[in-house]
């Protein structure tokens, strides 16, 4: 057996034995080391195992979690390898599928910070008695989307809250050791009416009472957007399995530097699509296409054809965005798939403007022949567009060098 097997192995024995049964409570401190995460000061997260210390380990919302990462500790000591910011985390992966779930895609490489320096502060977490506008406030903070939060919060299929630790009690489902689509089922088909009692406004099954909803449960099946979804994954198990699996992955991740896999895949993923959407933009001619420039690799060109944002604006003849985006590093002579270059896009088509606008950034090449074997004053030529031919060969005789 190898040693993923048996750490496996063991973390199944430490949640599940003659004892206990902690999957729900692995999952909730998983995802309580990760939802601290702010996307903008890219701070809190799962890294570094910031949880050990106080002030997050005494956070409220992080009350009784204490006695989850104390049961995880015998784990440590037989895997000493690994970090405990891995192991608070792959629990939780886990325990969702020893309890019926999906398979959570992970990916170890997680340290252990050795200070509090970097714990996150008091509030970052969800509070249970607001709604939807603070739902999107903390989830959008972290990254995920509205469809994220719905799928994410069907987690509360498993367990129950306990008095002690959240002031909140009572189970979700008929069976909160199953992990399936039962928190869903309940959402949409019972009626949620306050519960009377002297404790925090919660709510209860009118049928039978003997369920329980938190005021942001409630509020996935008053907000349209997430009611939507709510739906979706009352009737499909297969697409909500699908989805927390992608969402809860993509949250155990969250902050984890690019030693992460999975991190570094998204981060990858993510500047693709900006990338794209850079090359798009500068073939519509978009006037702020600088910002768009931000987290692009503005070098990169179409997959197949190989054409950079540099081509599309001079052929479609955007003369004012040409120096920006020769300023912002997209190369001035790049080659498509063709062997055209801007210049060549620009000659073709008469784009004088753009013509000189190219001819003036420092080491433009007019020498360079397409795959039909023609620099640009070629192209020009054939193309019968006088001007751009006369604005280049004046260019040539200059010897490339003075600027039009
Ligand atoms: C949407 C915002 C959320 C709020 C306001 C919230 C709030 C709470 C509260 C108050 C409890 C009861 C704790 C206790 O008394 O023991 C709880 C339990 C739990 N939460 Fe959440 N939660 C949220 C989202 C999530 C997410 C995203 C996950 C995981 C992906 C999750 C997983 C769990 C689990 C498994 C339990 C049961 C723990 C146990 O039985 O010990 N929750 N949650």
Same mark, same amino acid.
């Given at each position: 057996?190898?040693?993923?097997?048996?750490?496996?192995?063991?973390?199944?024995?430490?949640?599940?034995?003659?004892?206990?049964?902690?999957?729900?409570?692995?999952?909730?401190?998983?995802?309580?080391?990760?939802?601290?995460?702010?996307?903008?000061?890219?701070?809190?997260?799962?890294?570094?195992?910031?949880?050990?210390?106080?002030?997050?380990?005494?956070?409220?919302?992080?009350?009784?979690?204490?006695?989850?990462?104390?049961?995880?500790?015998?784990?440590?000591?037989?895997?000493?390898?690994?970090?405990?910011?891995?192991?608070?985390?792959?629990?939780?992966?886990?325990?969702?599928?020893?309890?019926?779930?999906?398979?959570?895609?992970?990916?170890?490489?997680?340290?252990?910070?050795?200070?509090?320096?970097?714990?996150?502060?008091?509030?970052?977490?969800?509070?249970?008695?607001?709604?939807?506008?603070?739902?999107?406030?903390?989830?959008?903070?972290?990254?995920?989307?509205?469809?994220?939060?719905?799928?994410?919060?069907?987690?509360?299929? *498993?367990?129950?809250?306990?008095? +002690? /630790?959240? $002031?909140?009690? #009572?189970?979700?489902?008929?069976?909160?050791? =199953?992990?399936?689509?039962?928190?869903?089922?309940?959402?949409?088909?019972?009626?949620?009416?306050?519960?009377?009692?002297?404790?925090?406004?919660?709510?209860?099954?009118?049928?039978?009472?003997?369920?329980?909803?938190?005021?942001?449960?409630?509020?996935?099946?008053?907000?349209?957007?997430?009611?939507?979804?709510?739906?979706?994954?009352?009737?499909?198990?297969?697409?909500?399995?699908?989805?927390?699996?992608?969402?809860?992955?993509?949250?155990?991740?969250?902050?984890?530097?690019?030693?992460?896999?999975?991190?570094?895949?998204?981060?990858?993923?993510?500047?693709?699509?900006?990338?794209?959407?850079?090359?798009?933009?500068?073939?519509?001619?978009?006037?702020?296409?600088?910002? *768009?420039?931000?987290?692009?690799? +503005? /070098?990169? $060109?179409?997959? #197949?054809?190989?054409?950079?944002?540099?081509? =599309?604006?001079?052929?479609?003849?955007?003369?004012?965005?040409?120096?920006?985006?020769?300023?912002?590093?997209?190369?001035?002579?790049?080659?498509?798939?063709?062997?055209?270059?801007?210049?060549?896009?620009?000659?073709?088509?008469?784009?004088?403007?753009?013509?000189?606008?190219?001819?003036?950034?420092?080491?433009?090449?007019?020498?360079?022949?397409?795959?039909?074997?023609?620099?640009?004053?070629?192209?020009?030529?054939?193309?019968?567009?006088?001007?751009?031919?006369?604005?280049?060969?004046?260019?040539?005789?200059?010897?490339?060098?003075?600027?039009?």
């Amino acid at each position: 057996m190898n040693d993923k097997d048996q750490l496996k192995r063991d973390l199944h024995k430490a949640l599940l034995n003659s004892k206990v049964i902690a999957f729900p409570i692995a999952v909730r401190q998983a995802w309580h080391s990760s939802g601290t995460y702010d996307k903008h000061s890219n701070t809190g997260g799962s890294n570094g195992a910031t949880m050990r210390f106080a002030p997050e380990k005494d956070d409220p919302a992080n009350n009784g979690l204490g006695i989850v990462r104390d049961m995880l500790h015998e784990v440590k000591k037989v895997h000493p390898n690994i970090s405990e910011a891995d192991l608070y985390t792959y629990a939780g992966a886990l325990a969702v599928e020893f309890a019926g779930g999906p398979h959570v895609p992970y990916l170890f490489g997680r340290t252990d910070d050795s200070t509090n320096a970097r714990c996150p502060m008091h509030g970052r977490l969800p509070d249970a008695s607001q709604g939807k506008d603070h739902l999107r406030d903390v989830f959008h903070r972290m990254g995920m989307s509205d469809r994220d939060i719905v799928a994410l919060s069907g987690a509360h299929t *498993l367990g129950r809250c306990h008095f +002690v /630790r959240s $002031g909140y009690d #009572g189970p979700w489902t008929h069976n909160p050791l =199953k992990f399936d689509n039962e928190y869903f089922r309940n959402l949409v088909s019972l009626t949620w009416v306050p519960r009377e009692w002297d404790g925090e406004m919660q709510y209860t099954d009118k049928e039978t009472k003997t369920l329980m909803m938190l005021p942001t449960d409630v509020a996935l099946i008053r907000d349209g957007t997430f009611r939507k979804y709510v739906e979706l994954y009352a009737k499909d198990q297969e697409a909500f399995f699908r989805d927390f699996a992608d969402a809860y992955s993509r949250l155990l991740a969250l902050g984890v530097p690019h030693c992460c896999p999975h991190a570094q895949a998204q981060k990858a993923g993510e500047m693709k699509r900006k990338s794209a959407k850079f090359r798009e933009s500068a073939m519509h001619g978009v006037v702020e296409i600088k910002k *768009l420039a931000e987290g692009a690799d +503005v /070098r990169e $060109g179409d997959p #197949g054809s190989g054409r950079t944002a540099l081509h =599309k604006a001079a052929y479609w003849g955007h003369a004012h965005t040409i120096q920006t985006l020769v300023d912002l590093g997209v190369p001035l002579n790049a080659q498509d798939s063709d062997g055209d270059t801007a210049l060549h896009d620009a000659a073709r088509f008469g784009h004088l403007e753009v013509v000189k606008q190219l001819l003036n950034a420092r080491g433009v090449d007019i020498g360079l022949r397409n795959r039909q074997g023609l620099d640009a004053l070629g192209l020009a030529k054939e193309y019968g567009k006088r001007d751009v031919a006369d604005a280049l060969e004046q260019f040539k005789r200059n010897g490339g060098g003075s600027r039009l």
